[in-house]
Every structure is written in C-alpha cells, then in structure tokens.
C-alpha cells in the first residue's frame, strides 16, 4: 500500500471511490432521503465535470489518497481541525489503510498547529474514529439531512 499526497489525476477515482463507498455504507443513515441524493450527486462523475470535481476537492488543502496496485482504495481530506471525507473501499475494510490515511492526515494538521481534528461521522465510522482516539462530543445528530456523531482527537 502506498499512501500520497491526492494530485489532479485522482480526481474522477476519488470522486467514484467515495460515491460507491458512501452509498454502500452510508445509505440508510438519514433523516431525509434528500441527504442521500445530494451526498451522491457531490461525488457523482456521470453529474459534474472532471473540473467541477477538482474544484470541490482542491478547497482542501490536506488530501491523501491509498493506492493498492496502481487502484485508488482509499482517500482522506479536509482542512487542519476538520476532516471532511475519509473513504476506504468495502473490499480493503479492516487492512490498515484508513489508519494509515488519518496518521498522515494528523501528521500535517499537526503543522498547521492544530490541536485537535474533528469529524461528523457517519453511524458506521464512528467505532473506527473512536479506536483512532476520536471521542463523541454529541449523541446522534442531524447534519445536512445525515444521521452522524459530531467527534473530536486532540492532538
């Protein structure tokens, strides 16, 4: 496994990457069916340009993508206190790589002097952040229409 800096090529994997991941695990954590529509239709390639995509993921600043035989398996992003995506493939589950996403991850927040990251993560994330050292600062909540848990790591 190879972990780098996400570059402009990613982009249309990252995006396929995240929408497949999103709907396999994500699906039904929802208090309006309209959450899921407008999640999908941020990643979907087949509904943005390949520049319009580009411009979403180049607003942050820290990205990373895993690379497993030349394939995209994994990809985290976000600014220096918040992660805003971190998706591994259904297939690569419980391999390493999302840890090894969010330690590269924490290693460059850490220069932009932060002290701590956090996420709303979805149901089905929340037992990997809380083994990452993430606690929930909320119960369940709603954001954007998705059932997540607001959580935080200092650093």
């Known amino acids: ?46 509904k943005n340009t390949k520049q319009v995509l580009l411009e979403k993921f180049s607003k942050k600043p820290i990205s990373y993508v895993a690379e497993e035989e030349g ?8 600014v220096a206190n918040r992660i805003s995506s971190l998706f591994v493939d ?5 391999k390493g790589i999302g840890k090894a996403l969010l ?4 290693f460059e927040a850490k220069e932009y002097d932060s002290d701590f990251i956090s996420i709303e993560s979805s149901l089905y994330a929340a037992e990997f952040y809380q083994k990452m050292g993430f606690v929930k600062t909320t119960d369940i909540v709603n954001h954007m229409g998705l059932k997540v848990y607001k959580m935080e790591k200092k650093l």
């Open 90 to 94: 259904g297939s690569q589950h419980r």
């Open 71 to 78: 394939q995209i398996v994994g990809m985290i992003n976000g």
């Open 103 to 106: 330690e590269n991850y924490v």
């Open 1 to 46: 496994m190879n972990i780098r800096k996400f570059e402009e090529r990613d982009v249309l994997d990252v995006a396929d990457l995240a929408m497949r991941t999103f709907q396999q695990y994500n699906g039904l954590d929802f208090y309006n069916e309209e959450a899921i529509t407008n999640t999908l239709n941020y990643f979907d390639t087949t």
